[in-house]
């Protein structure tokens, strides 16, 4: 299955808000409520190109709306990924928009690799359930009784091998 970016270039004003229209319609179908909160931490996520840090989210609150907890910021982001909208990548210690437009996310996220680019900090969101399932035998075969919550593959991407391109 082919890779999914996480983190695609600056969307416009308008994917932004197809995305969110989206987001709000898997929340309903599964009845879960995207509250103006949480859709707005989404949205702010999204406008950091789909990856940002907590903190980096929260100052975006205050600018907005002042004084804000950080809690406030970190329930949304709960929120977010339980319905699995958002991902957590804890090599980047960062939150990265889960891309919506594969099939329904039906895949947990233990059924999600993401891959990391250690230069440029690119991740690319994979549900490779053949790839996964090899994991999860090698585990049990080396690791009897642990149990991969998620799958996080760091390296380089392509564009970090290109040569760059001469002037």
């Given at each position: 299955m082919s890779p999914t970016n996480a983190s695609p270039p600056r969307p416009s004003?308008?994917?932004?808000?197809?995305?969110?229209?989206?987001?709000?319609?898997?929340?309903?179908?599964r009845g879960a409520q995207l509250t103006a909160l949480r859709r707005e931490v989404l949205e702010l996520l999204l406008l950091r190109q789909g990856s940002a840090k907590a903190y980096d989210l929260h100052d975006d609150m205050r600018e907005r709306h002042g004084r804000v907890a950080p809690t406030t910021v970190y329930r949304a982001l709960e929120f977010l990924m339980e319905q699995q909208l958002v991902h957590r990548v804890d090599a980047l210690n960062c939150f990265v928009v889960c891309n919506l437009d594969?099939?329904?996310?039906?895949?947990?996220?233990d059924h999600t690799m993401m891959l990391v680019c250690s230069r440029c900090g690119q991740v690319t969101e994979m549900h490779d359930d053949p790839a996964?399932?090899?994991?999860r035998r090698a585990l049990q075969d080396d690791a009897p009784g642990f149990h991969a919550t998620g799958i996080e593959i760091k390296g380089v991407c392509g564009a970090c091998?290109?040569?760059?391109?001469?002037?």
């Open positions: 004003p308008a994917e932004v808000a197809r995305r969110l229209d989206r987001a709000q319609a898997l929340c309903a179908a594969h099939s329904p996310h039906t895949h947990p996220h996964i399932e090899a994991i091998q290109s040569p760059p391109a001469s002037s």
